[in-house]
């Protein structure tokens, strides 16, 4: 079964410190995995997106996500968190044609 | 700005009663999805139209229905409203049909109460 998961409800980073939102997945084949945000009091916005290829994608707002097969993981990283960095963060599966976003890892930056 | 518009932006509204909730997609965008996001159920899935046809349901009330037209705006019907429908309820588009294959760009939503 094809599945995705966000292990995490919340984390919580210092300003400045590297950030990581986790992500794992069971897909067959090869899989198209995506990054939303959500900044409070707006609807969300698509970060970045993994097709094939090179396993780093790029994405807004300096963020970056790694795509690993062996480990079966598309982790979301910034190098350095900002405050205005706090939002909620979206990893979202497809499954019979839906896409389910569920309720996301909401992340706290500590100034 | 994703290019995505939602009307209206507030709706207070009462029990019983029906609303009709109106998306723009971005220029270019053949998919709309309506999306409802409460604080216990997250963001949920309702409905996929692409190009005018239905392309996916998921959990969408039979008090909801839906549509988009020849234009490729749509509209989400919300009817015998209940105190549990209060919630955002985000339209989202995107150029093409299949939901695994591209991002989507959401709207500002709308923000639903019932009283």
């Known amino acids: 079964a094809q599945s995705v998961a966000q292990p995490e409800d919340q984390v919580n980073v210092a300003e400045g410190n590297p950030l990581t939102v986790k992500c794992t997945y069971s897909v067959s084949g090869n899989p198209y995995l995506f990054w939303y945000v959500q900044y409070p009091n707006r609807g969300l916005q698509f970060l970045l997106k993994y097709i094939t290829g090179d396993n780093l994608v790029k994405g807004s707002y300096g963020f970056e996500a790694e795509f690993n097969k062996s480990q079966t993981s598309f982790h979301l990283k910034k190098p350095s968190a900002l405050v205005s960095d706090s939002a909620l963060y979206f990893c979202?599966?497809?499954?019979?044609?839906?896409?389910?976003f569920g309720k996301g890892t909401r992340l706290h930056i500590l100034p | 700005d994703s290019g995505v518009t939602q009307t209206p932006k507030h709706l207070i509204t009462a029990t019983g009663q029906r609303v009709t909730l109106r998306c723009s997609p971005r220029?270019?965008?053949?998919?709309v999805y309506w999306y409802q996001q409460s604080l216990d159920q997250g963001l949920q899935f309702l409905i996929q139209?692409?190009?005018?046809?239905?392309?996916a349901k998921g959990n969408i009330l039979e008090r909801f229905s839906a549509q988009q037209f020849p234009d490729l705006h749509s509209e989400l019907n919300l009817s015998s409203l209940e105190l549990g429908d209060s919630a955002l309820y985000f339209c989202?588009?995107?150029?093409?049909?299949?939901?695994?294959?591209?991002?989507?760009?959401f709207g500002p939503g709308t923000r639903l109460t019932v009283t």
């Open positions: 989202a588009s995107s150029v093409g049909g299949d939901a695994s294959s591209y991002e989507q760009y």
């Open positions: 139209y692409y190009n005018g046809e239905e392309r």
């Open positions: 220029s270019g965008d053949l998919s």
């Open positions: 979202p599966m497809n499954r019979d044609d839906k896409i389910i």
